[in-house]
């Protein structure tokens, strides 16, 4: 081939190489062109927000309002002495402290906890101050510097086990560490927790809401909130239960006599079932998620309203519950043929104000089925009664392994006639899932 002829050549190739790509153009497939993006139109305001419910609500009681302020327990045990003293003897009334106040359940000084590359341990020293303390190694074997974090706030009884919260200029952040109590009694990584993100992970406002008193999240902040952290108390109040306080003390300050029931605040008992319900699901209704409502917070609910004018819980289909979870006494319940039609609510068994002693449990939980059912006596063979203490609960609401959290025990709240495993979920194909 000549010079003269190499730019002939390639100008031919050029053309077949477009000759191609045009007919590619009109015979392949292709995406179709994605519309352009909706131009809004600001004159447009969105929606206002729905009503409060705590003014627009039909209730007696004239605490759901928001103007009415929270007291504190220790206003509450100024006349109610008594049943303030053994509310805070119950797991409710400890589930928060301040770590050097709280009463010391955890074994300091136990052998530290090795999860893969990482040590963990906790320090305290003799004021009372806890540390919890990371450790780990390079590649080479070479220690690396330790990772430390001061447990400021203790969450939870101990009853099955404790979690920390370190504090830092309003903002509040899970340790590495918790404490299972129980039979277990050792120390453990946190539930959850992963370890390659650091030795501390934040917490949201919906973590803290069923385990402390109140807090008050700043807006637009993932993990901060006003000074101090617990306006109030740490420790879940009575007023989670009654509403805020302040309009009762102020009326019966004026006149302590007062026809019953007093509508200046929430006695759960004189609810319906549904808004007595309302009141355990603040913190018993997990779900599998839980989304505040438009313009509403969580913080915002009054017992006397209904939690899902706050709070919308979207729970599994029953086919596909795990019946096994920490924390889904409320979903098992719906499972009951004694909860329906608010034959049984919460308080049906359980004391709000007190917890049983282990010696009188079984007793006072006989008593509690027996207002239902006395005039239908147990069939199960007496030998076996024998062998389970006589006790309705050992075989009627067993206990078993929690399916999300390690070294925890779950009460089976199904209430079954006949004792049986609980379902493990189905797994659903994209056709049958409901």
Known sequence: MTLT???????VALVLLAGGAAVAWFVLPREPALPPPPVEDESVAPDPAPPDPRLTANSPFRN????????????????????AGSYHAHPMGRSAEYTPAAPVLEKYGAPPVKVGPYTLRAERDAKGVVTHVAS???????????????????????????????????????????????AQEKWDV????????????YVVPTCLFCHVDSVRPVAGATNRYEEPLFPVQASIGCERCHGPGELHCRERAKSPAVAKPDHS????????????????EQCHLQGEERIERRGRGAFEFRPGLHFDEFVSAFVRHPDAADLARSVGQHEQMAHSRCATGGKLVCTSCHDPHAKPAPAAREAHYRAKCNACHEHKPCTARPELRADRGDSCITCHMPRGDSSNIAHTSVTDHRVIRRPAPRPAPRALSPETAP
């Open 136 to 182: 780990a190694s390079d590649a080479t074997g070479k220690p690396l510097p330790d990772y430390a974090v001061r447990a400021d706030v203790v969450i939870g009884s101990g009853t099955r086990g404790r979690s920390y919260l370190s504090i830092e200029r309003g903002s509040a952040w899970q340790t590495a560490l918790s404490w299972f109590g129980g």
């Open 190 to 201: 946190s539930p959850g927790f992963d370890l390659g993100t650091g030795g501390r992970r």
């Open 5 to 11: 002829s190499k730019p002939v050549a390639l100008f």
């Open 265 to 280: 605040i929430v006695n759960p008992k004189h609810l319906s079932p549904a808004l007595q319900t309302a009141v355990c």
């Open 64 to 83: 759901i309002r928001p103007d009415v302020g929270y007291t504190g327990d220790a206003r509450c045990a100024e006349c109610h002495a008594q049943i």
